[in-house]
């Protein structure tokens, strides 16, 4: 079974979304402890929350701005890793800019989707190049919509074939 099989099984089933984010703390461990959760799978989007627990908090008892940042690449990538399979394309992240607006101070939501658009876009480059580079907005707000922050992550896709690797 692959992630984008149960990503498709948790649009329409709560064990599929259970065992989703049962496999996501395993096969990316560092983001484990931040106890991220998927809560939607839909066509368009996703819906990643974080939970307002003492490892995501900072000095002044908000949600630390590493955790948030470390939200927004998260769930942009797994968007990515859904519309540009893993297996066919390697996903490095190149850079994180993030704009904090509001101290988060409860559970925090983020959503995201790469749409029928911008995914064209990229195969498109990819015909043209060896590399693509994008840019991604994601924004995050707390359970009473207060925009949290922006996170502008921007992600280098390559196809496997074009990967050269240096030892």
Avoid at 114 to 139: C, H, M, R, T, W
């Amino acid at each position: 079974m692959t992630l984008n099989s149960i990503l498709d099984k948790a649009k329409n089933s709560s064990f599929y979304l259970y065992l989703l984010n049962i496999v996501l703390r395993r096969i990316i461990p560092y983001n484990a402890p931040h106890r991220f959760k998927v809560e939607k799978v839909n066509e368009e989007s996703l819906e990643v929350s974080i939970p307002f627990i003492k490892k995501n908090k900072n000095h002044i008892n908000g949600i630390h701005a590493c955790a948030l940042a470390t939200l927004c690449e998260y769930i942009s990538g797994l968007s990515l890793a859904r519309a540009l399979p893993p297996e066919n394309y390697r996903l490095i992240l190149q850079t994180i800019h993030v704009d904090y607006l509001y101290q988060g101070k409860t559970k925090l939501f983020a959503r995201f989707g790469i749409d029928e658009q911008k995914l064209n876009e990229i195969k498109s480059a990819l015909k043209e190049n060896d590399a693509v580079v994008k840019e991604y907005s994601v924004s995050v707000y707390d359970i009473s919509e207060n925009h949290i922050c922006t996170g502008k992550i921007t992600w280098q896709v390559k196809e496997w074939g074009k990967v050269s690797v240096k030892v």
